[in-house]
């Protein structure tokens, strides 16, 4: 009997109903402006309810659009908000539900990097958190039938996240999601002077990025060394704020959308 992880957020974060959530996801993917270069290895998407972000998120992945056909893998990586993980940690379950269906966790992936150290199961950590979840639609719209090593980053440093990351490399049948959103909670102008630093240095491969720049800085991290190592070339898709999409401007949380290009 599969053991399935429910979703946690649907109804709060994006619609439960089918109809709906598939409509609000095309919708964000049609509006992305469409790239005419190299489709990207990896990308940054932000993870906020779909009213705030889902307009960024949308920028992100639809720049798979070219090559949606080929991806048959997708590994996914995010923060720990509820739990305190360390390490990395899968979720111990064969798939991830949706209100668009089942989405089902790799297994093959999931066993080669199961033996490293920083490498462990949470369900806990898994069962209440939205970072990973809230992408799954967008590639659930994007790419049809696919496969997700989903796990969460907690105390983990760029080196262990990155040795993740070169685990699963795979070619252009695999692709990365880091899922974070940038600053949070401050006035707009000065969110949007922070993030754009962050963006800064992100485009630089320029790590470490710091939590209070990034809640997935973790990730990002891990991320930006494996891009280094790799020769990956960096660009910045959208970046705005809840501020500038659903929200009043007092405290906003910051959203950015990046790609990674592999250039050889």
Not at 31 to 54: E, L, N, Q
């Amino acid at each position: 009997m599969l053991e399935v992880r429910e979703p946690a957020v649907a109804g709060r974060f994006y619609p439960s109903s089918p109809r709906e959530l598939l409509a609000a996801v095309e919708g964000f993917l049609e509006a992305a402006p469409r790239r005419t270069d190299a489709s990207p290895k990896a990308v940054i998407a932000p993870h906020a309810g779909y009213v705030y972000s889902g307009p960024i998120a949308g920028s992100a992945l639809a720049s798979w659009v070219p090559e949606a056909d080929q991806i048959e893998r997708v590994v996914l990586l995010g923060p720990a908000h509820h739990l305190p993980v360390r390490g990395l940690a899968l979720p111990g379950v064969d798939e991830f539900e949706t209100p668009l269906g089942p989405v089902p966790v790799d297994a093959e992936l999931a066993t080669q990097v199961g033996d490293l150290p920083q490498v462990g199961v949470s369900r806990a950590a898994h069962a209440p958190e939205h970072c990973l979840e809230v992408e799954l639609p967008f590639l659930q719209v994007l790419l049809g039938r696919f496969s997700i090593l989903p796990l969460l980053v907690g105390d983990a440093t760029p080196g262990e996240v990155a040795e993740v990351l070169e685990r699963v490399w795979g070619g252009p049948e695999t692709r990365i999601v880091i899922s974070s959103d940038l600053s949070h909670y401050l006035e707009y102008s000065q969110a949007r002077a922070v993030d754009e630093r962050t963006a800064e240095e992100v485009l630089a491969l320029r790590s470490p990025i710091s939590p209070g720049q990034a809640c997935g800085a973790g990730a990002i991290n891990g991320l930006l060394v494996a891009a280094l190592d790799r020769g990956l070339t960096a660009s910045l898709l959208d970046l705005r704020s809840s501020g500038d999409t659903a929200g009043d401007r007092s405290q906003v949380v910051g959203y950015g959308a990046f790609a990674f290009v592999e250039t050889v």
